[in-house]
C-alpha cells in the first residue's frame, strides 16, 4: 500500500464549506501557531495562565491597567462592572499581594439657599465665594464641588466644577473665575444666591429665564443640567439657544411644544444642586499648639476636620485607565454623578482616587497623547452637556490646565462627520479616533493649533470603544461588519475566514464588552466578543497571527487584558470567575488540565466515486518543551463520510504519545482500519501540564472500490 502525508493548510477557516476546506481547520480550540520558514503550518497548544491576583474581585473586571512609579514599584490597577450599587477601582501595591480599594466617592445635594442652613455668599472685590453648607460638613481640600444649576450672587454666575477650600466643618470657599480660568472678582457684596427661574406663557414655546447678572448674549448657549418642568413643558436636560437678551436678568429660550399653562417655577425647586466629589488626603502628623505657622492648625485656625465627609463609591459599567507618569488616570463610564477625569499617585499616600477639578465633567473616553504629554478626551463636553463628537485636551506636560490661552497647548477640536466618536488610542507615531462611520488620525503641529486632524477613511467604523489597538507598527480594529489594519498604505480590510464566527453570532445588545488582546510575544492580536446566548459576556475569541497572516477561534471569556507590561506577560480578566489571571505561565489553566483541540475540513485521498481504506496513520508531533520530558498524550480520531451532508463515522480516539514501548496501536501510531470518500481529523489533549506541537501527518491507504 503506498504512503501520502497530509499537510494542514494556513489557519482556520470556518466561512468555507468542509469539503472546500480540505486539508484545512475548520474548527479549534486553545491553539496558536509556530512559525516554520518553510511556510508549512505547526499548530501548537496555546500557553496557559496563573491567577495573578489570588481572591475574586467584586464584580468583573472591565478594565486593566500596568504601570510602574518613579520609585520602580510596579502596580496594576483594575476597574470593575457596578455590584450592590456601586463599582471598584484598585491598585496592587509592592506586588500583587497588597490590593487596596481607591474607588473615588461622590454625593449630591440640594441646597437650600437661605443663609441659615445653606447660601452662597461674596465680598466685592473678591473672587473667593463662600458657601455655607450644613448638611455636607467636614469639606477638605482634597475635595471638589460640581455645581449643576446656575447660581447667581455678587454680579457672579458660578456653574461647574470648582476646588474647595476648607474653612470650618460646615464653610468653605471656591475661586470665581472668567472663561478663561482668571479669577474673577465679585462686584458686591451679597448672599445667600439665586437659581435661575423659567416662565411660560400659554400657547408659546417662548420661556423667558430669570438669571441676575446672566452675561449671555444673543445665540450663546445656555445648558441645563437638571430638567425643569414649568407650565406643561419639560425641558430635559441639554443645551438650549439663548433666542433674545431681555436684559441683564433676563434672557429667552425656546421649548419643543407650546405652553399649556402660565407659570413661573425655579429650576431645582429653587435649591442649588451641588456634586461632591471626594479625595482622601494621606495621613498627617499632629498639628496642635506648637505645630505648623503662627495661625495655622486647630489652634487659631480651621485644620482638618476630624471627620473628612465622605461619599458614596462611584458606579459605572466601563473605565478608561492609563498613566500620566507615575499618576494613575482613571475615568468611569456612566457615572451616577458625572463621568469625569480621577487622578491618583503611589507616592501620595492617598487612598482614593480623587477628580481632576478643571478637566472636562463629561467624557466617553481618554487617551495619554505622544510625543507631548497630553491627555485627550473624547466625547467630552465645554458646559457639563456632552457632544459626543468634542475633543478636548489638557496643557503639556500638566493636566490641571484645560484652559486653552495663547501661553498654553490645551485646546479643543469637534469633529465635523458622524454622530459620535466610538475610541481613540494613541497610535504609532499619531493619535487614532474612530467614528461609527470613519477613522481620523491626529497630528501633533505644535502651537498655534497644537493638533491636526484629518479624515484616513470612511465606511470603517469602529464598532465598541475597546476593540482597536496597535500591534508591531500596525492598528488593527473590528468595525460593525468588518475587520481593518491601518498600515503605510492606508486601511485595509482583513482577510477574514472566521467572519461567520465574528459577526454572525455577535451579541449586538452587548458589544460595549468587547476587548482587543495583543499578545505581541506571539505575535497575535485577538478579539474577546459576546455571543448570541452567552449569557451577556464575551464568550468567543478571534485571534489573528500577523506575522503569518492565520486565524484561530475558540472559547475563552476575558473581559480586560493588557499585553506584556513592566508587570510581566499578558494579564487578562475572567468575568465568569471574577478572577485576574497572567497568560504564558504554564502549560495548563490555573492549575487545572487545558483543553486543546482543532479539526480539520473533509479531505479526500483518492479522486471521483473511489473509496480508500486507512490501515496506518503515523502523527507527527513534538510531546513536550523544549529539552523537557515528552510526555503529553494526544487523542486523534479519524473522521470519515461519504456525502458532505452526512453523518461522520468515527475510528478512535487513538491515544498518541511519545512512548515507543506502548503496545500498538496506542503509540507512535495506530490502525484505525476507516474506509470512506470524505476524511478528516480531530486533534485533542487534555493532560495536565503538557505541551504539543503538530507537524506533517502520514497514513497508509488503498482504493476500496467504488461508490454504487
Known amino acids: 500500500m503506498p504512503h501520502a502525508a497530509v499537510e494542514l493548510a494556513d489557519g482556520v477557516n470556518v466561512n468555507r464549506t468542509p469539503v472546500l476546506n480540505q486539508y484545512g481547520i475548520s474548527a479549534s480550540q486553545l491553539i496558536r501557531y509556530q512559525f516554520d520558514n518553510s511556510g508549512q503550518p505547526m499548530v501548537q497548544k496555546l500557553g496557559g495562565w496563573t491567577k ?54 461622590t454625593s449630591t445635594e440640594d441646597l437650600t439657599l437661605n443663609g441659615a442652613i445653606g447660601g452662597f455668599s461674596t465680598t466685592a472685590g473678591s473672587p473667593l465665594v463662600t458657601i455655607l453648607d450644613t448638611v455636607k460638613t467636614g469639606l477638605t481640600n482634597f475635595d471638589s464641588v460640581y455645581i449643576q444649576t446656575h447660581v447667581s450672587v455678587g454680579g457672579l454666575i458660578l456653574f461647574g466644577q470648582y476646588p474647595i477650600q ?51 448674549v444673543a445665540g450663546n448657549t445656555y445648558p441645563i443640567l437638571v430638567p ?12 438650549y439657544i ?118 472636562p465633567t463629561v467624557n466617553d473616553g481618554f ?3 505622544m510625543p507631548q504629554r497630553q491627555i485627550i478626551c473624547w466625547g467630552s463636553t465645554d458646559n457639563g452637556i456632552q457632544d459626543p463628537l468634542l475633543v478636548r485636551w489638557c496643557d503639556v506636560n500638566n493636566f490641571n490646565q484645560w484652559n486653552d490661552l495663547p501661553t498654553n497647548e490645551a485646546g479643543k477640536f469637534r469633529l465635523p462627520r458622524g454622530s459620535k466618536i466610538v475610541g481613540g488610542i494613541q497610535g504609532p507615531q499619531q493619535g487614532l479616533l474612530w467614528t461609527d462611520l470613519s477613522i481620523w488620525s491626529m497630528q501633533y503641529v505644535n502651537l498655534p493649533g497644537v493638533w491636526g486632524f484629518n479624515e484616513i477613511a470612511t465606511g470603517c467604523g469602529l464598532i465598541s470603544r475597546k476593540a482597536a489597538a496597535a500591534a508591531n507598527g500596525v492598528v488593527y ?15 485595509q480590510p482583513l482577510s477574514c475566514p472566521v467572519w461567520d464566527v465574528a459577526f454572525q453570532d455577535l451579541d449586538l445588545t452587548n458589544i460595549s464588552k468587547i476587548r482587543v488582546a495583543v499578545n505581541s510575544r506571539f505575535n497575535e492580536i485577538a478579539w474577546h466578543i ?79 466515486d473511489e473509496f480508500t481504506f486507512m490501515d496506518e496513520f503515523w502523527p507527527d508531533a513534538r510531546y513536550g518543551d523544549y529539552n523537557q520530558p515528552q510526555n503529553a498524550t494526544l487523542q486523534i480520531a479519524i473522521l470519515t463520510r461519504d456525502f458532505p451532508d452526512e453523518q461522520q463515522r468515527t475510528y478512535g480516539p487513538y491515544l498518541a504519545t511519545n512512548n515507543a514501548t506502548t ?34 501527518f502520514r497514513y497508509r491507504g488503498s482504493p476500496a472500490g467504488r461508490y454504487g
Open 367 to 369: 487617551f495619554v497623547a
Open 530 to 608: 459576546p455571543t448570541i446566548g452567552g449569557g451577556g459576556e464575551n464568550t468567543t475569541y478571534l485571534k489573528y497571527n500577523y506575522a503569518l497572516g492565520w486565524w484561530d477561534v475558540g472559547l475563552l471569556s476575558r473581559s480586560a487584558w493588557i499585553d506584556q507590561s513592566v508587570l510581566g506577560p499578558p494579564i487578562g480578566a475572567d468575568p465568569n470567575k471574577k478572577l485576574i489571571y497572567q497568560h504564558e505561565t504554564s502549560n495548563d489553566a490555573d492549575g487545572m488540565a487545558m483543553v486543546s483541540s482543532f479539526a480539520t475540513g473533509d479531505f479526500t485521498l483518492a479522486e471521483g
Open 242 to 359: 439663548v433666542q433674545a437678551v431681555l436684559s441683564t436678568s433676563t434672557f429667552r429660550i425656546l421649548a419643543l411644544n407650546q405652553a399649556t399653562a402660565a407659570a413661573t417655577v425655579s429650576i431645582n425647586g429653587g435649591k442649588a444642586r451641588l456634586g461632591y466629589s471626594f479625595g482622601i488626603g494621606p495621613v498627617l502628623p499632629p498639628t496642635g499648639f506648637g505645630q505648623g505657622g503662627f495661625g495655622q492648625g486647630p489652634f487659631g485656625g480651621a485644620g482638618s476636620p476630624a471627620n473628612p465627609a465622605t461619599g458614596t463609591p462611584i458606579n459605572a459599567t466601563d473605565w478608561t485607565l492609563d498613566n500620566f507618569g507615575e499618576v494613575l488616570l482613571s475615568c468611569p463610564i456612566n457615572g451616577t454623578l458625572n463621568q469625569p477625569i480621577y487622578q491618583w499617585d503611589p507616592l501620595s499616600g492617598s487612598p482614593q482616587a480623587a477628580v481632576i477639578p478643571t478637566a
Open 477 to 491: 480594529w473590528m468595525g460593525p461588519t468588518q475587520l481593518y489594519s491601518l498600515t503605510s498604505e492606508g486601511v
Open 663 to 696: 503496545p500498538k496501536p496506542n503509540s507512535r501510531w495506530f490502525n484505525p482500519r476507516a474506509r470512506g470518500r470524505l476524511f478528516s481529523l480531530q486533534v485533542q489533549s487534555s493532560d495536565i501540564g503538557s505541551f504539543w506541537r503538530m507537524g506533517r
Open 228 to 239: 425643569v418642568n414649568v407650565g406643561g413643558l419639560t425641558l430635559p436636560a441639554g443645551n
Open 52 to 105: 495573578y491576583l489570588s481572591a475574586p474581585t467584586p464584580a468583573p473586571v472591565r478594565a486593566l491597567w500596568g504601570w510602574e512609579d518613579t520609585n520602580a514599584v510596579t502596580h496594576l490597577a483594575y476597574g470593575t462592572d457596578s455590584y450592590s450599587g456601586r463599582t471598584s477601582l484598585a491598585v496592587t501595591l509592592n506586588g500583587p499581594s497588597n490590593v487596596i480599594d481607591i474607588t473615588p466617592t
Open 166 to 216: 476648607q474653612v470650618d466643618a460646615t464653610h468653605y470657599q471656591i475661586t470665581a473665575v472668567d472663561i478663561l480660568g482668571n479669577p474673577l472678582p465679585a462686584a458686591t457684596t451679597d448672599a445667600p444666591g439665586v437659581v435661575a427661574t423659567f416662565t411660560t406663557t400659554v400657547g408659546s414655546p417662548a420661556i423667558v429665564v430669570t438669571l441676575p447678572n446672566h452675561g449671555y
